[in-house]
């Protein structure tokens, strides 16, 4: 987000907010000698200062001054069953009596290894890492070296991770130029493509040889904030098959979290590599890289020997780790043997037409949209006439469905805060399987009232 302390003047959602969280405050002013712009995470930079959480248990977390949110953070996607599920808490718990870290193979990441491929349909193999960031890396090294290619094509608007091959492409870069601090030949590599665009991806596909794989989120940008025609899917894997092209699917948030199979199970499009993070782990740190054996098959010593080939080296400290793996299986049991994911996606498909009938009941053209467990917000800033809950969110540009106005969505949020609900800076989030009743009436109390500071502060206009 952009720097909004210049930009938002002291007013008196702002002057609330910060009369409510003085603790969070004083954190934060001891924060920006320590951080850079005093935090860890840069969507958690927010004006006139970031929240600052004490604990969580179930769809609720507590700030360190006592006030107590709805949470649709959710462990950024991470806690599809809430925060402190007592099977996962237990598996972890005992798991660090026994040990926290091994250094050596152990039992669990068997198991957990097993679970995985028990519920993702292309995972041949497996490999752990400690974050989704690391198991898109790791699947961009194995597809070069599968193919003996250097490019890779990615659609724009994906999140893909933070390093150096997936700058160019998401938020800017779109050219491939590169960012600061990254190599020009390696955002040379990237190939930006529109999403959905199947013209445009055929084009870059014939055009270039070079192409070692395609990567995409498969159910849209940032969990559908940008959604996707799971047909596009299906055409993917023709074109690549076709081409010898590896098919990566970022599954780092759909990955058990919109059905048990992940996106990949739901639409029965099998990826030839797919990265995991976030639900996989329990909530807990932790990664892997799944996919078909042949192109797995190059971490592993003996077919590299068989071959003659170079293995491809991959250390990590913290791979498979136990306590990870401990939460992991725990969180994909009860995955795999109730209906967690379909709990989630029908309380989101509830809270979006409910918070859409209050944007009707206070004539603001907006739509909240989404699918499965996931929600955002559409503030029509170009001023189309819509109907909020019969709004589709295919049939406008990707650019337009994310431009909004920082001043307004600041204020937004922290109204939210205000009514205690805590939504990500861009008013989306996601719902698990533990958000009920209770949860949904706050949340639209709240969605009602934070609205209605919105009008008193911005005129009926806004």
């Not at 003085?22 to 958690?44: C, N, Q, V």
């Not at 993070?277 to 078909?292: E, F, Q, R, T, W």
Request: hydrophobic share 40%; glycine share 10%; net charge negative.
């Amino acid at each position: 987000m952009p720097d909004q302390a210049a930009s938002i003047a002291e007013s008196g959602i702002v002057e609330a907010y910060s009369e409510r969280t003085k603790g969070s405050a004083r954190l934060y002013e001891d924060a920006r000698s320590r951080f850079p712009s005093g935090i860890t995470h840069d969507i958690r930079h927010q004006h006139p200062h970031p929240l600052y959480l004490e604990r969580a248990e179930g769809a609720h977390k507590w700030d360190v001054d006592g006030n107590r949110y709805v949470d649709y953070f959710i462990g950024h996607g991470a806690l599809i069953l809430g925060h402190g599920h007592p099977e996962v808490v237990k598996a972890a718990q005992a798991q660090m009596r026994a040990g926290s870290h091994l250094g050596g193979s152990h039992r669990l990441e068997v198991t957990w290894a097993g679970l995985i491929q028990s519920l993702m349909p292309s995972a041949e193999r497996v490999r752990f890492t400690a974050s989704g960031t690391e198991a898109t890396l790791l699947a961009l090294r194995l597809a070069r070296a599968h193919t003996g290619r250097t490019k890779f094509v990615r659609f724009k608007g994906h999140f893909h991770g933070w390093h150096d091959h997936m700058v160019a492409g998401y938020s800017a870069h779109f050219d491939g130029t590169p960012a600061p601090g990254v190599l020009p030949e390696v955002a040379a590599a990237s190939i930006t493509v529109a999403p959905g665009d199947r013209e445009a991806t055929r084009s870059a596909l014939a055009a270039e040889p070079d192409i070692a794989a395609v990567i995409i989120e498969p159910t849209g940008a940032h969990f559908g904030r940008t959604p996707l025609d799971p047909e596009f899917l299906a055409f993917l894997r023709q074109e690549t098959a076709a081409r010898d092209v590896v098919l990566i699917f970022d599954e780092v948030v759909t990955g058990f979290r919109v059905a048990p199979g992940g996106a990949q199970g739901l639409f029965g499009v099998l990826p030839d590599l797919t990265a995991l993070g976030k639900i996989a782990a329990g909530g807990l740190p932790g990664g892997a890289l799944v996919g078909a054996k042949e192109i797995m098959d190059q971490l592993d010593f003996t077919a590299s020997a068989e071959t003659e080939t170079e293995k491809i080296g991959h250390q990590g400290t913290f791979n498979a780790n136990p306590v990870s793996a401990a939460a992991g299986i725990a969180a994909l049991r009860i995955i795999s043997e109730s209906d967690a994911c379909g709990r989630a996606n029908a309380f989101a498909a509830d809270l979006r037409q409910r918070l859409n009938g209050v944007l009707a009941e206070l004539s603001i053209p907006w739509a909240v949209y989404g699918e499965y467990s996931g929600f955002y917000l559409f503030t029509n800033v170009d001023k189309r006439p819509l109907i909020a809950n019969h709004f589709d969110p295919h049939t406008v540009d990707p650019d337009e469905l994310v431009r909004a106005d920082a001043e307004l969505m600041s204020k937004l949020r922290l109204a939210m805060l205000l009514n205690g609900v805590d939504l990500t800076p861009r008013f989306s989030g996601w719902t698990s399987a533990v958000h009920g009743a209770d949860e949904a009436a706050a949340t639209i109390d709240g969605f009602r009232n934070a609205l209605q500071k919105l009008k008193s502060e911005f005129g009926e206009s806004f």
